[in-house]
């Protein structure tokens, strides 16, 4: 079956302006992952959503960070008022449920703040 | 709180060489523990991983055995090949949580 997809798979963006980056989990997973990955910080954590629970946004980086999962679906990361050190590539994941389920990712979406 | 520690890379070895990448981790509780593979222009794939003390997770010749008084979850295989040439990661996830903590990575390069 079909796997995690993400769109944009690029996205440039000039400092300052919003993004909106998509997530399609695979079907059937309650649960979906946002992480980034950027040379300076690895991989890091973002938020989690677990099917109509209320999302833990604990590893958000800053309040112009935000997610929603609609419909128990797909999910949308918006970063507003963009900057430079938000450049990375922003991974999605998806699993069966949360604890020791597998999490699958998606190829990621790669910003650039300019 | 989580964490994990990879061998700093890059790692070259020449084809048909040993492979060990070693993983230490701390965690409350009994985390599950993962390898992912990242190869050159894709995304992060699973590669194996193991749920409790001494389970051994295999995969593509790669194998992992998930020791509980060494923290640790070291990545070997006897035999490496040019494909084999990726970033690699470990991580874990805490007992009762759900979020993956990632070593820093370690890039392997195997040449012929």
């Known amino acids: 079956g079909a796997g995690v997809s993400q769109s944009p798979s690029n996205k440039v963006t000039e400092k300052g302006k919003d993004v909106e980056l998509r997530c399609d989990p695979i079907?059937?997973?309650?649960?979906l992952y946002w992480y980034r990955q950027s040379l300076g910080q690895g991989l890091e954590f973002l938020i989690y959503f677990q099917g109509n629970s209320a999302p833990d946004k604990s590893g958000l980086p800053s309040d112009r960070f935000s997610a929603e999962r609609t419909g128990g679906s797909v999910s949308t990361l918006t970063i507003q008022r963009t900057q430079q050190e938000d450049s990375a590539v922003y991974l999605c994941?998806?699993?069966?449920?949360?604890?020791?389920?597998?999490?699958?990712f998606g190829p990621g979406t790669r910003l650039l703040v300019l | 709180g989580n964490s994990v520690t990879q061998m700093e890379g890059p790692v070259t070895l020449s084809e048909e060489a040993f492979l060990t990448i070693n993983c230490t981790y701390t965690a409350t509780g009994y985390p599950s523990l993962f390898w992912y593979v990242q190869y050159p222009g894709e995304g992060l794939q699973l590669l194996l991983k193991a749920t409790k003390a001494d389970d051994k997770g295999s995969n593509k010749g790669f194998e992992a055995t998930y020791r509980k008084e060494t923290t640790s979850f070291h990545l070997e295989k006897g035999s490496v090949q040019v494909s084999d040439s990726a970033v690699y990661f470990c991580a874990n996830s805490g007992a009762g949580s759900y979020q993956l903590t990632f070593g820093k990575g370690t890039k392997l390069s195997v040449i012929p």
């Open positions: 994941a998806s699993s069966l449920g949360q604890g020791k389920e597998t999490q699958y």
């Open positions: 079907s059937g997973h309650t649960a």
